[in-house]
């Protein structure tokens, strides 16, 4: 039987082995560039049937978007057009059909049907600019660029629904409200398409969300304040009353916090998350959803970090030099409280990048050494250009301190092939075909002078002619038989509100154009009919930007579409809304611990939210405080306007139910909420006068400090033992205006100790600890530093010693600790006294030395059991009773997950097979 069986199925399936051909191409065939085509490899005939379909296209959409199965049978249709496409015909075969509409194409063997295809054949095509407030939609035809008129728009959701239906005027211009997910066009019976892949960019409401500092430990509360607002006419306005959910997932995107919130008058609200203990590393993900407004992300770090405790700047005397001078590179080394890093050793290596390369393509090093940082921190690095080069270079430093930290930084210059400035007397020439026209160039060197000798000119990349150049002068024929596309404009240096910029266009010959004007929205859109020669068009500056820039683009008709031919940034200056805030602090230089008063005076009433964080925090990052100044009035890198145009592949219509997201192999459990509330102050220290023991890495945050115009607010709070510079940011909120305000608050001490410690301790160790002894004064000093050690910590050396500091200087003292307990809450103090004194005292906690493992056994229980665990010595342990294997194969998963990718594929795959048989064995 199974022979028979086997021949039988051989037998059904051997005519379409050997077949091989389907309908190819795009399935909007935009006329005249486009056209349908069959491909075939075999020697076989066929037959390629096209129907005219009659139903709507936009019927056909709405089942395909709602996954429904579209019958072809069911469609009305009528043959239009019948092909053969011979036995000899290989490739790609070109099927001579070009009449506009919307057709069903069937391709058939002698074996059956091989391949069914909805095409629409077209004329029809558009561009549709997509910005905050609006969609801007330009129809035209493929066949000249020329505006279709009257043609219908559609504006449809995801699941097919006509959102929003309008015609297109006289320039083929339409401009619409809803934001659509589709956008279907249609003329006398055919269509162009488009899917918007919509970015979360530029909305009429914003949202300025904050957390205190960009990156945390396990263990310590996350801060945040978010405030909604809105843009109407350039002015933004706070958006009091609304309702907002804010979610906080970990970087395996288990929900952690879950809290609904109330914006108050001034649009904002704020909350707090502890982390736990144990959380895990990595990118923290924010989701803030704004009920019936949009939803935003936001994200921060959760990381085992040590906290750099100096930082480097890198100087050069130019920012441009020419091949052959010498770079004179200083390098400056300083604590964070402004100090400098005396005698640290300094390693830099110098990298040439040639211009034309990536940043790190073609990189040569061309110099190295090193040195030590003088009695200012500095280090003098002078580095001589090749002879002839052109490109970057760039500078690696690497510093370490007595404390044996290290901290890089890194600096590119610009480089010059020659000392040659080329400047032309004009800015653009008007040089009509045929005509001759005089140009007159400058030639000096950078500083002015000019030089003498034989200048090559270039016509569009092709060599024109070789000139004499005499005391920097350059003079030039030209006759040009073809002129391509010029453009200029005013070129002033900034546009203000209402002023009016002239743009002038020099065409070659006669074309249909697209002229726009892009920033946070499209500004200007319209359709141009160029004539041979100078085009003025005049634009004036809204008085609704905000941006500090926008960008004039070009479109002309070419090949069936339009092209961006030109672009240019036009710097502008928006009417800022700008309240004046005072903020004053009482000194410009603190000690640890102490009060600092702040005073505020505003002329409007504000909401204001206080950061401040260490500046070492922002220096391990690479990042800035947060800029609300810059977050409403935005520097454009490009245009905040999504373009698209048609789709050259209509959906897929003729697969039943489309296709479905695959189900997940096991529902994992969800985390559940940490509710644990601790300080971050340790309680571990005794309490010792001049001990500094709390350093956290936010020193002040208020989500809400409430001003008041025309009154002044004092603000007295405690610093932390932190010896730094702190970074404070203050954002202020108002009716109609904002404020904003940047201060560094620094705190030092003339004679200071700073530990050199771990980050925790491992039972059993036996290791060096040290610290370095700073003294910033202008005498040397004689001072004895000792040790403290908690219980778990012995201390294998002199617990004491004196040494001698150095004016501006610093001495390292080394200890041998032996770990023997295990105590998460040990300390290290670490005491220095002379005339001035200072203490440190740091949570170091002891770990234990035992790795987790798990036991399973799998019995029937009945009545009682004795569980002996395995021999070894044991610090903890739980049982855990279970009915199902469940649980634990989730447990596995879930861990699995977590391991990085390339280690567990055969494991995960036997995992899943084996659950796969567990629940075949259930049922």
Known sequence: MLKKLTIVFFLILWPFLGLSAFITGPTVIKLPHDSLGVYKDDEERYLLFIYKVKNSYLEILRKSLRNETVYYRDLDTELAASYVVGEDEQGRVDIPFMVPGLYLCVLKSRYGVEDTVLVTITNLDFMVFIDERKIHLFAFNTRDGMPVKRAKVYLIDSEGNVLEKAVTDDNGMVVMNEMPDNILLEKDGTYAYTRLWRRVSEKPSKLFFITDRPVYRPGHTVHFRGTIIKKEGGIFTPLKGRKVS???????????????????????????????????????????DMKGIGKYKHSFLVEEYRKPEYKITIETDK????????????????????????????????????????????????????GYTDSNGNIEVPVRIREGFDGWY??????????????????????????????????????????????????????????????????????????????????????????????????????????????????????????????????????????EGTNIFKFTIPGRIVENNLFFRFYTYERGTYWRKKEFKIPVVPNKKL????????????????????????????????????????????????????????????????????????????????????????????????????????????????????????????????????????????????????????????????????????????????????????????????????????????????????????????????????????????????????????????????????????????????????????????GSEILRLPDGKKREGYVRSLESLKPIIQDSIKKLIKYPYGCTEQTMSSEQRSYKTLLLSAL
Not at 258 to 267: K, Y
């Open 246 to 288: 804010v979610t906080i997932r970990d970087p395996n995107f288990n929900e952690l916090f879950l809290e609904n919130f109330e914006t108050n008058d001034f649009g904002g609200f704020w909350g707090d998350y502890r982390l736990s203990d144990t959380a895990p590393v990595g990118i923290y993900r924010i989701e803030i």
């Open 579 to 862: 309240a004046r805030l005072s903020v004053i602090l009482d000194r410009g230089k603190y000690e640890p611990g102490e009060k600092v008063k702040i005073v505020f005076n505003t002329d409007t009433d504000l909401d204001v939210t206080i950061s401040m964080v260490d500046e070492a925090i922002y220096s391990m990052v690479g990042k800035k405080p947060p800029d609300f100044e810059k977050f409403l009035y935005p520097d454009l890198k490009e245009p905040h306007v999504e373009i698209y145009n048609g789709y050259r592949y209509l959906p897929y219509a003729n697969i039943p139910g489309g296709n479905k997201e695959r189900e997940r192999l096991l529902a994992l459990m969800k985390k559940k909420k940490d509710h644990m509330f601790l300080s971050e102050k340790d309680e571990g220290v005794a309490a010792k006068i001049n001990v500094r023991e709390y350093f956290p890495d936010t020193a002040l945050w208020i989500p809400s400090l409430p001003l008041r115009a025309g009154t002044s607010v004092e603000l007295v709070f405690s610093l932390p033992d932190t010896i730094t510079t702190w970074k404070m940011g203050i954002y202020g909120i108002g009716g109609k205006k904002m404020a904003q305000k940047f201060l560094d608050v620094l705190v030092t001490k003339d004679f200071y100790v700073r530990p050199i410690l771990p980050t925790f301790f491992r039972e059993g160790d036996k290791m060096e600890i040290g610290a370095v002894v700073n003294n910033a004064t202008d005498q040397a000093t004689k001072a004895r530093v000792w040790i403290d050690l908690s219980d778990g910590l012995n201390l294998l050396s002199e617990r004491s010693t004196e040494v001698v500091i150095p004016p501006h200087g610093s001495v390292s003292i080394n200890w041998w600790v032996g770990v023997s307990g295990f105590d998460e809450s040990s300390t290290v103090t670490i005491y220095a006294a002379s005339s001035l004194k200072d203490a440190v005292a740091l949570k170091v906690p002891i770990k234990a030395f035992a790795f987790k493992r798990e036991f399973y056994r799998l019995l029937i229980l009945n």
């Open 319 to 370: 920012d441009e030099y020419i091949s052959g001078d010498v770079i004179r590179y200083l390098i400056n080394v300083s604590y964070f409280n402004r100090q400098p890093v005396v005698n640290a050793e300094v390693a830099y290596y110098v990298y040439s990048n040639p211009e034309g390369f990536w940043y790190d393509e073609g990189s040569k090093m061309v110099y190295y050494g090193v």
């Open 394 to 531: 760039s500078i690696n430093v690497i510093a370490v301190d007595t404390s044996q930290r290290q901290v890089e930084e890194t600096k590119r210059v610009r480089v010059h092939a020659d000392d040659v400035s080329i400047n032309f007397d004009k800015s653009f020439y008007d040089i009509p075909p045929g005509v001759p026209s005089a140009i007159h160039v400058t030639i000096t060197d950078l500083k002015g002078r000019p030089l003498n000798g034989t200048a090559t000119v270039f016509l569009n990349d092709t060599i024109y002619g070789k000139y004499q150049v005499k005391d920097g002068d350059l003079f030039v024929d030209v006759t040009l038989e073809e002129v391509d596309m010029y453009f200029r404009d005013k070129d002033k240096v900034k546009y203000y509100v209402g002023d009016e910029m002239t743009i002038t266009v020099i065409s070659p010959r006669k074309m249909p154009a697209l002229l726009t004007i892009l920033g946070v929205e499209t500004y200007y859109l319209k359709f141009v009919h160029l004539k």
